[in-house]
């Protein structure tokens, strides 16, 4: 009996003593496997404690889970998304084929800039387009009404009757902080895809870029983040969620991203955008200079505008002479009598774009001074400069 009951009672110890080490022992060991994991100490962490299975410190995520570049990334487009349009435009191209007008349908990105309806876009993206329509982040559209467009910069304005509680304006930046290396986000609809978050880095600044009839934007942002079609118009954006620029364009064989893109800097929008929703165009100063030839010594005046501010001011074009033989009239063109030009206040000018973005820098009534070379000796004149819708577009011809 004794032999049995010892028996009974060593058993009991023995399942007493699994069940310790399958609970609370286990819980013993994880705690002391806990204690002994290394640490690592992050002053974003929300969560706290160690990982017992050498994993992934939870320590790294915040309270929802996200680190810290994956909070920065919901944060940017969680603040503008709703800012972002996607834009759809009708209108007709040639048919070769039969020498009519066919359908044809664009699209585009936008930004909402106020509360009363005013939408940021390129300029391509609304050109010719017979109608305009742009959907909002809730899915509703209204057609938009033309307000103006600065061709040169491809930028456009145009505007929806929405209510206020539906416009969401983009919060706008300052692009002359920019350094390449910095995170930059993009926005848009490409390929109908509409508010399309990518993400990527400045990869460089101060590009040229020629957008409309070979004009050329200086101060490009170059970025790698991927824009395609469909992406023009739309917010580059800083980790703050600040528009710093306008995505236009792209380079690539292919027509689809290739990590090379490129934005207008939104201190260039900033400077036109007013005059667009003032007037619906730029008003540019006028030096009253319509073509030059490009020469190796610098602009030769080729037209200038009658009673211009340059004529105005005692710039000379080529000398026209007219002489009759019978019936016609002969006309001789002397262009060693036209000005050649060196210098827009002192600073150099080699082509017809350094020129215009030489004069394109001061405001109209400005007085600036002309760098000459006449009769081969240097003079400088000064031209007080007018004003005008568009400004005259300077042309340049190789001579």
């Known amino acids: 009996m004794k032999q049995v009951f010892a028996c009974f009672l060593s058993a009991l110890m023995a399942a007493l003593l699994?069940?310790?080490?399958?609970?609370?022992?286990?819980?013993?060991?994880?705690?002391?496997?806990?204690?002994?994991?290394p640490s690592l100490t992050f002053p974003n962490g929300n969560q706290r404690g160690k990982n017992p299975h050498g994993g992934v410190d939870r320590r790294l995520f915040n309270a929802d889970g996200l680190s810290s570049e994956e909070a920065v990334n919901v944060?940017?487009?969680?603040?503008?998304?709703?800012?972002?349009?996607?834009?759809?435009?009708?209108?007709?191209?040639?048919?070769?084929?039969?020498?009519?007008?066919?359908?044809?349908?664009?699209?585009?990105?936008?930004?909402?800039?106020?509360?009363?309806?005013?939408?940021?876009?390129n300029f391509h993206v609304v050109e010719d387009a017979r109608t305009v329509s742009v959907t909002l982040y809730n899915g509703k559209s209204y057609d938009a009404a033309f307000v103006g467009a600065d061709a040169f910069n491809d930028v456009a304005v145009i505007k929806v009757d929405a209510p206020k509680d539906v416009l969401y304006p983009v919060v706008f930046g300052d692009s002359s902080s920019l350094k390449v290396g910095m995170k930059v986000f993009a926005i848009g609809n490409p390929f109908g895809l509409e508010r399309t978050l990518t993400t990527g880095i400045i990869s460089s600044l101060n590009r040229s870029l020629k957008?409309?009839?070979?004009?050329?934007?200086?101060?490009?942002?170059?970025?790698?983040?991927?824009?395609n079609p469909?992406?023009?118009?739309?917010?580059?954006?800083?980790?703050?969620?600040?528009?710093?620029?306008?995505?236009?364009?792209?380079?690539?064989?292919?027509?689809q991203s290739s990590g090379v893109g490129f934005a207008i800097p939104v201190n260039l929008v900033s400077r036109v955008v007013p005059q667009l929703i003032t007037h619906g165009r730029v008003i540019r100063p006028e030096i009253g200079i319509q073509q030059v030839y490009e020469t190796e010594a610098g602009l030769?005046?080729?037209?200038?505008?009658?009673?211009?501010?340059?004529?105005?001011?005692?710039?000379?074009?080529?000398?026209?002479?007219?002489?009759?033989r019978g019936l016609l009239i002969i006309e001789r063109i002397?262009?060693?009598?036209?000005?050649?030009?060196?210098?827009?206040?002192?600073?150099?000018?080699?082509?017809?774009?350094?020129?215009?973005?030489?004069?394109?820098?001061?405001?109209?009534?400005?007085?600036?001074?002309?760098?000459?070379?006449?009769?081969?000796?240097?003079?400088?004149?000064?031209?007080?400069?007018?004003g005008g819708p568009e400004g005259k577009r300077v042309e340049s011809t190789p001579l």
């Open 300 to 324: 030769l005046i080729a037209v200038l505008t009658p009673k211009g501010p340059a004529e105005l001011a005692g710039l000379h074009g080529p000398k026209i002479e007219r002489r009759r």
């Open 18 to 37: 699994t069940v310790w080490l399958t609970n609370d022992g286990q819980q013993a060991i994880e705690a002391q496997d806990q204690d002994n994991a």
């Open 75 to 121: 944060a940017v487009y969680e603040h503008v998304n709703k800012s972002v349009v996607n834009i759809t435009t009708k209108s007709t191209r040639p048919d070769g084929l039969f020498f009519m007008d066919v359908p044809a349908e664009g699209t585009g990105s936008g930004s909402v800039i106020d509360s009363t309806g005013h939408i940021l876009t």
């Open 211 to 227: 957008i409309h009839q070979n004009r050329t934007i200086k101060s490009i942002i170059q970025i790698d983040a991927a824009i």
């Open 334 to 386: 002397d262009r060693s009598a036209a000005d050649l030009i060196i210098a827009v206040d002192g600073e150099e000018v080699s082509t017809a774009d350094d020129f215009l973005s030489a004069i394109e820098k001061r405001q109209p009534n400005d007085v600036v001074t002309i760098t000459i070379i006449r009769e081969g000796r240097k003079q400088k004149i000064q031209v007080k400069l007018g």
């Open 230 to 255: 469909g992406n023009s118009g739309g917010p580059l954006l800083d980790s703050h969620g600040r528009l710093i620029g306008m995505n236009t364009a792209i380079a690539s064989k292919t027509g």
